[in-house]
């Protein structure tokens, strides 16, 4: 006779916080991990881009090369690169060891709110406030995109790639999903400006923040409406939305100074978290563990749950 196997045990969200960086970057615009969750990169006013690893506490390289403040990074599936946009309208990719910019791309009309690397590391997808998100080939010299996207009818808040899909959310109230294999695209109405959007871990379902102050879950192939979380404060800014690292939990920045977790299923508020003063700038959950990156005014701030033993090794 075989035994059940046992039930997985209950996510632990993360609630003592572990360390504090000091950015030095003025108010920091975005906080990002990189694909293995190592390290982070946070973006500033101050025109600079910073790596570092977040739990230790140390800041390993400073990038400058931005005209105006940065706005949003992300890592390369091998850490060798960078990706970042700014208020200059720039897309930039950078050495992660050298620190100098490999490519500058400029082709966006306005400020570039998000960027992303596909998979292979090797195109970069940019969102910007000019309704347009853009692909860039990094391995050619070619300075114009590959391909724009311009069916959104105002600006990109916020973009998000699977491994064959581009997920956008704008502030017309839309959520586009561009499947580039069957090379459709699906249309979801939220109805209120889109903050953030992104992806579940199994790949099925969608989530995106609004300026109505409400979490959506949308089942990514119907559209359906699986569940709405309310009881934060989004009404003026553009706040991030996450996932835990197990899909059992969404969690949203808030304008109060606290980031909020709902159980997926449930629907029910888990965790109010107070992570400082005014509006918080930024999130990240880690890919692996029940870690959480925050970004209020010029710190970032790593949570981790509270059964979570101090490591000087971790």
């Known amino acids: 006779m075989a035994f059940p196997s046992p039930r997985p045990a209950r996510a632990e969200l993360p609630r ?12 920091v615009r975005a906080a990002r991990f990189n694909a293995d969750g190592n390290y982070c990169l946070t973006c500033g006013s101050d025109k600079t881009l910073k790596l570092w690893n977040p739990h230790k506490g140390t800041a390993l390289r400073t990038y400058q090369g931005h005209g105006y403040e940065v706005l949003d990074a992300a890592g390369s599936f091998d850490n060798s690169q960078i990706c970042s946009g700014g208020a200059d309208k720039a897309v930039a990719l950078w050495d992660v060891t050298t620190g100098q910019v490999v490519r500058r791309y400029r082709g966006h009309a306005g400020k570039v709110n998000c960027v992303q690397f596909n998979q292979e590391s090797t195109v970069i997808v940019s969102g910007s406030i000019d309704s347009s998100v853009r692909c860039w080939d990094c391995r050619s010299r070619r300075p114009d995109p590959v391909q724009v996207l311009d069916e959104a009818k105002d600006g990109i808040s916020s973009l998000k790639l699977s491994a064959h899909e581009i997920l956008t959310g704008s502030v017309d109230g839309r959520l586009r999903r561009y499947d580039l294999r069957a090379g459709q695209l699906c249309s979801d109405f939220i109805g209120s400006p889109i903050t953030s959007v992104c992806f579940s871990k199994d790949g099925q379902c969608l989530l995106a923040s609004s300026l109505d102050s409400t979490l959506r879950l949308l089942d990514k192939d119907t559209g359906e409406l699986l569940g709405e979380y309310t009881g934060h404060r989004s009404t003026t800014y553009r706040l991030d939305c996450v996932l835990n690292q197990l899909d059992t939990h969404v969690g949203c920045a808030s304008e109060d100074g606290h980031v909020y977790f709902w159980d997926l299923l449930e629907g029910s508020l888990a965790l109010r978290l107070s992570v ?27 949570w981790r749950e509270d059964t979570f033993q101090g490591d000087p090794d971790t």
């Open 276 to 302: 400082g003063q005014g509006v918080v700038q930024s999130l990240d959950f880690h890919p692996r563990l029940s870690c959480l990156l925050v970004a209020t005014q010029g710190q970032v701030t790593l």
């Open 16 to 27: 003592q916080r572990v360390q504090t960086l000091q950015c030095g970057q003025g108010a």
